[in-house]
């Protein structure tokens, strides 16, 4: 029987000792809620983009691609309202100096209160906990807590000269969204490109929130990216499309390997200001003891565009031939966080199996589409030409696949480093090469070997590892 029970310790151990995730900075202590991505986080990081992307664009005719800037004008946050509203209930502890946000430090009491709720409404419920004198700081247990006040999450920088990045005038927002850019460049793409509606723009890219607490390993994070769809329609057209997306989103997961029993919808019974409907799709980590946010899906609307014509001016009105009428798109969005997709990807594969004698093994199960390494070339000795001729193998198959030559160590310690990493295919030239012109082929699931021809195994691993 095989396990995937992991605790968030032992992901962040894992993936810190197998080259996927690195606290940043580490040597200067770190620095909380960033991290740098290895070797392999790297990898597996752009094939979940690639396969994000892919689904959005490649395979449609009605989504179109952009990236946008980080920076845009200071303007554009007044409008989203960010700038007012766009922040969480913070307190702190005088003696540790540690800070929570009010909401996670009251539903520690068993206390639920969401964490757009009034400041006042918060501070009744830690006033009524202090009374009891049950309100304690959950590092250092000092019953001296401030009250909650608002923390914005937006993180400023500023541009212009030495002389004047100081002034107010000059402050700028890193983005803590990037559906933002895509309102900005609406009219544009709209002016450039002509779509019909509905039609949809894409992008993946990175985004910045002040979190007061960030925790949960790299699930939430300072700086991340976001996978970020928005579609634009007709007003009568958003329930047929926004059933329509759900359906394709909810099949995304199915399609690259995540048990339909491990993912469920959560719909919304607050909506934002802006929405008409949210729904988001949770999967059940292992990791972090239950279902949480992997991607959101929700109808906003003409909110967003309408906002942005009022504050700058511009027409955003989109002009339909077909009605021969003037009017603005409502919007459905798809949003998901390539941190948080990867996480949900290693958690799912994440498993401990025991192998003949006794031992066991760490493999990462993974849709061998997002794989990192999609074939380990491995001689079995590095005598007698092996090597050499394993190296021969290794350049005529990495011009169309991401292969790995390894030759340090047994060749079962070989294989286990590969099954940790989550490579599909390990290649192995021995002595029989030499005389049948073949290789065994290892598959990292069911540990089954295989003879397949030199000359046959571009066409092999293709086929195996794409249809």
Not at 320 to 341: W, Y
Not at 443 to 456: A, V
Request: proline letters at 3%; one cysteine or more.
């Amino acid at each position: 029987m095989s396990e995937r029970k992991l605790t968030i310790e032992k992901l962040a151990a894992f993936c810190k000792t197998r080259g996927f995730i690195y606290p940043s900075s580490e040597i200067y202590g770190g620095l909380g809620g960033i991290y740098d991505y290895g070797h392999y986080g790297y990898l597996l990081k752009e094939n979940v983009k690639n396969a994000w992307m892919k689904s959005m664009i490649q395979m449609r005719d009605d989504v179109y691609a952009l990236d946008s800037a980080i920076f845009m004008h200071p303007q554009t946050w007044v409008a989203s309202g960010h700038v007012d509203s766009f922040d969480d209930p913070q307190v702190d502890c005088r003696s540790c100096k540690n800070r929570f946000r009010a909401d996670h430090l009251l539903e520690e009491f068993g206390v639920e209160i969401d964490d757009k709720a009034p400041l006042v409404q918060l501070n009744e419920a830690l006033d009524a906990l202090r009374n009891e004198k049950k309100l304690l700081c959950p590092i250092c247990k000092s019953s001296d807590l401030t009250e909650a006040r608002k923390f914005s999450l937006m993180v400023k920088s500023n541009m212009g000269s030495p002389v004047d990045t100081l002034s107010e005038e000059n402050v700028v927002y890193l983005r803590a969204e990037t559906c933002q850019g895509i309102y900005l460049e609406y009219k544009n793409i709209v002016d450039s490109l002509h779509p019909k509606l509905p039609f949809g723009v894409a992008q993946i890219g990175k985004a910045f929130r002040n979190e007061i607490v960030a925790r949960q390993f790299a699930f939430r994070t300072r700086e991340f990216e976001q996978m970020e769809m928005e579609y634009f329609v007709r007003p009568e057209e958003m329930d047929v499309s926004y059933k329509s997306w759900q359906d394709l989103r909810w099949q995304y997961y199915l399609d690259y390997g995540i048990p339909e029993e491990a993912i469920r919808w959560h719909k919304h019974e607050k909506l934002a200001h802006y929405a008409t409907e949210a729904y988001d799709i949770e999967y059940n980590f292992s990791s972090l003891n239950g279902f949480k946010e992997v991607e959101g899906i929700h109808a906003r609307g003409n909110w967003d565009l309408t906002q942005h014509s009022k504050f700058s001016g511009a027409k955003m009105e989109f002009f339909d031939q077909q009605t021969n009428t003037k009017f603005l798109p409502h919007i459905m969005e798809c949003c998901s966080g390539v941190g948080r997709a990867m996480l949900m990807f290693i958690d799912n594969a994440y498993t401990e199996e025991p192998v003949e004698g006794g031992e066991s093994r760490i493999v990462l199960k993974i849709d061998k589409r997002l794989a990192p390494v999609k074939a380990a070339i491995l001689p079995l000795m590095k005598k007698d030409g092996m090597s050499e001729k394993a190296k021969e193998i290794h350049n005529m198959l990495r011009k169309d696949l991401f292969t790995e030559y390894d030759e340090a160590g047994s060749l079962g310690k070989r294989y286990r480093r590969q099954d940790e990493i989550g490579t599909p295919y390990c290649v192995t030239i021995d002595y029989e090469t030499f005389d049948d012109n073949a290789v065994t082929v290892r598959d990292r699931d069911t540990m089954l070997q295989e003879r397949i021809k030199i000359d046959e195994l571009k066409n092999y691993l293709s086929q195996k590892l794409y249809v």
